[in-house]
């Protein structure tokens, strides 16, 4: 059945599963010592503009969340993070059991708003009782976030900069960078986006690879020993090259960015779609999730031709669904949508 | 270079790499909830006799090891292993990291004894100040151990009744799984292992596998909500799928078993290799990993013909090293090597 | 100067120093072993009517409320509390710092609505991806409220019926405990009390203790090995029979509720002459400590005669303010407060 | 009966009890921000010699060593103790509880060899797999150890530079410091020891206080945060000023040392005792623990008339058993035990 469920139900980029194939009887050392990562670590250094980053290869997501923000956090400090963000809702807790909390502020369709990050940390230290609470030790955003949304390249800067003169790291979920950077909406060159925050990742697992999350502390600032913390979070994959090869595919004459461009557009064209039937948007995403209302009852018979996802509740009748493009959605899946609405 | 540094230097069983290829732009539901990871785990059922077995595939070994045991474990407790387990030494303290202490028992070449294991929890109890100590919560040994050496099925079945009069789950560790099962010293049948403990491993990055370690729980008893444990310790793959895919393949056909039976010919071959060029045997293993003794001069001028590991020192003079084969060693790497001995 | 800062502004009751002395040289078994603290548990069953009851004594409240919770969830699990419960604000994150998140309500003057706890859980395991979230494991409500207010009897009944319909734990944190069963607007009887839930503790601290929190789990329910659980935490107590002399103390001849009485009258007293003097009360509470609205001049005007807790921001010029009374309040006290207002 | 069994099984310096009833409703900020609390810092910092030090105190033992060591620990470190530490064994695994190992080296009747702590780390750091290790990251000892044992100033200069020549804090846990430096065997000056260090506590619990341990940082070098860390362990003590009390009282006046002398004393006499006896030491301590050797049929006799503790197994026939002084054991108690033996 035709799915827009998500943008992880398909494998990898087909020169990805080529090279996997080419080199697999090749003999390197594991845990990411091979050639195949310092080259594609190298080529993420180079996109970026940042020769002086540390590069690292982890598998999924969550695992990745957890494992960067307890490296950054001493064991008295929380991570700040918008009311939907991944890392509060989906990850089952895996922040709190590194032993952290995370400290919530309302979402704007997804969005933190850094006037509301200052005030929450003035008020904060304005508190004569804040020895007694969770010291705020870094912001966690997503790009895009939850909702498909992303952060001007104005909003980006004002949050960095509530960071800075706090000294908190900033830190920015690129589980579907990729998508964000690609968006026509976007407004924030790749190579800036390393200046404007102190640690983020670039997404694989949604973004054309079979999994891997590349993570980049962009000044050389990676936290001491970070590889055995990586390992100590169970995250340090024995056959690293895995990683390495899948990254250096992606980074390879701008492979990662040109998919990625290929699902905004995907997206775009549904949306249209959406519109010309006379859906109501949801949230109005510029990247590759979508978000509509619709009845229940319309879901639950379109549920019958193609996979999607309820999203949330809206009223009494209507609820909020998501259909996902990414990488590796034909266009003739996204006419056949067509037909089906 | 020639290598026999571990059994994790290649990719994955042309078999595997062929059905990835295959089946990659297949839209499959994620987490797992796919039919190859069904089919996968149904095969393992079945080859293990274990109709009613839960079975759950994850990422490697360390992360398996720690979320095995962290869900098995009150919080009071701690888990028991020899001062060799793996858990103990070289997995950055991820046991420790999810609040558990790791109480060790003398090894001997790898493996537990089942009289000093007894002897520890009778003074344990028998110490009148036992509740202020870590309660022992759980026993962990390695099949083959990190010594290559395996235990017979007398010396498994006295451990696990030394288990079951405490109450206390054992858990194996089997990340080499296949080439214990496969040598010729073992007489634990495949069908007997899940009788002879209470969960388990059958390791795949090690035989066969890009990666994944399948964990069963052989009588249906799994930890409840262990499905939110793995996402909890950032070790469930959004592509479920490439676990199960990988799985499904090296079950079909014996494909696990016939490969590990290979490396540890291999290894035979090897061994003999080295007795016959007058080498002394460190540990004698039946299995995929071979330890010889030799002088530090003559390991470093082999190592510029070859890959191997420095495992300890012996004396002054000389070093213990360590020879692996796996799953892809050719014959005529053996060959090779007994060329350059 | 004139003090309504807090409950924990003074020693102990009068008897509780006197007997102190009495016994200071008798020599008695550490950790709660001595005949005082067997003493203690005695009548503190006897009061609510729990023969069957495990009673454990730790040192403070958040010790207790973190040892508590992370003794009765499992790793996988959270808490659920109000927004403004005092375990999610003021305890420096000692709840996740064992791994544990706590899952936020809405709070109605500091307590917890049964409707939307049913609500909450309903919505939860209706959510398709209810795996991938923290899985709710226990109830904490504190009675008296963080706000002094109690609930009413039908208010815990329906909480704990919720609660035994999804098969968690209610945990009645009682720090005040005594201020609120004493009461005028309570009508939950001492024997009712141990019904309506699942734990709870009784506040020595800010009850005419030096220190002492007194966890009754009623039906015999503590978790195996909880005397372990309380060591590991850092929460035993050496001289463990200071923690026993003190409540065997305050349960002879019903000390505790009599010195908790005294203070519920005095805060009484003390909302007339606010009331009188013209302010407006901020939230109506029934117990020992009060709130009302004053302007920040008129606040600032007060702190140079009397010490109170400014609690938090009404509008651009007024503010809540917290008095609260004691075991320890003296009459002339609340006489004197009048004369400044 | 008469009792030998540890030193707390009394209650506290009669000065202690005094001060407490004569300060009992006065009222004071919460949380150690109380005169007292200031006055014992100012005087800990006389005593030791240590101006610029930082002081906190904390209630017990076990508590105060988990509490500095995560405190000083980055999460990807071990703590290194000898076998025997009280850490490793006796406190229910609350420093593994905090995620981190401790890594044990051999002990010499309780104490830990300069020259040992050096050859592990060299061993570590020459291992090529050190990083998929836990990283050493601070020492602990006791002094006197739990052998009543205590470390010549050459010892402890020898462990410190080797601490300082791999950048680790040594962490001296004094719960019996007091018996340790008035040792007749002593030759550490008490303002030698806050230089030996990085930080240490003044045990209170042990050697006359009800209860309570005062950390210090010799050179002002507390972790940040260190009051959030403290109350986020559970071990904030509301009415602080019962710790300040207490301490400013030990130290007035040289009590402390005093009372401490006092029980060395009793401890060499009982010793004598035993020698006279014709009993066999099993461990010679200059301090207030005293060890001998005896058969099982003489121990089991001897507990129908005074309290000792069984320590160890010695051979078939015979254990070891511990008895202790204390600053609050009378002479006549001593003399008492001799018409016993």
Chains 1, 2, 3, 4 share one sequence.
């Not at 990898?12 to 390197?28: D, K, M």
């Not at 940042?50 to 008295?76: C, H, K, W």
Request: hydrophobic share 40%.
């Amino acid at each position: 059945m035709l799915s827009f469920e998500s943008d992880y139900t398909e494998g990898a980029h087909e020169s990805i599963i080529r090279r996997l194939a080419q080199t697999n009887l090749e003999q390197t050392p594991g845990y990411g010592l091979d050639p195949y990562s310092e080259s594609a670590k190298d080529k993420i250094r180079q996109t970026f503009g940042i020769p002086e980053a540390d590069v690292f290869f982890l598998v999924g997501g969550t695992q990745t969340n957890s494992t960067v923000i307890a490296s950054m956090l001493r064991d008295y400090e929380g991570v700040i993070a918008v009311r939907t963000g991944h890392i509060g809702v989906h990850e089952s807790g895996a922040v709190e059991y590194t032993g952290h909390k995370v400290l919530t502020l309302p979402d704007h369709d997804g969005k933190m708003d850094a006037g509301e990050l200052e005030d929450y940390l003035k008020a904060f230290y304005a508190d004569g009782t804040y020895e007694h609470m969770v010291i705020p030790g870094m912001v966690y955003i997503s790009f895009p976030t939850e909702y498909g949304t992303i952060y001007s390249k104005a909003e980006l800067e004002a949050i960095h900069s509530v960071c800075q003169s706090y000294s908190m790291p900033l830190f920015v979920d690129g589980a579907r960078l990729g998508y964000g950077l690609m968006s026509e909406a976007n407004d924030i060159d790749v190579k800036e986006l390393p200046k404007l925050c102190d640690v983020f990742y670039v997404g694989g697992t949604k973004v054309g690879a079979l999994f891997g999350e590349a993570v980049v502390f962009p000044k050389g600032n990676a936290p001491a020993h970070f590889f055995t913390t990586i390992k100590q979070h169970g995250a340090l994959m024995a056959k690293g090259r895995m990683l390495g090869l899948q990254f250096d595919t992606l980074f390879t004459d701008g492979l990662y960015f040109k998919i990625a461009r290929h699902a905004d557009e995907m997206a775009s064209r549904l949306k249209g779609i959406f519109l010309e039937k006379g859906y109501e948007i949801f949230i109005d995403s510029p990247t590759n999730q979508q978000f509509f209302v619709m009845t229940r009852g319309r879901a639950a018979e379109l549920h019958t031709k193609v996979r999607f996802e309820d999203w949330c509740p809206v009223d009494e009748d209507r609820i909020a669904v998501r259909f996902v493009t990414s990488w590796a959605t034909p266009e003739e899946n996204v006419q056949a949508l067509r037909d089906i609405l």
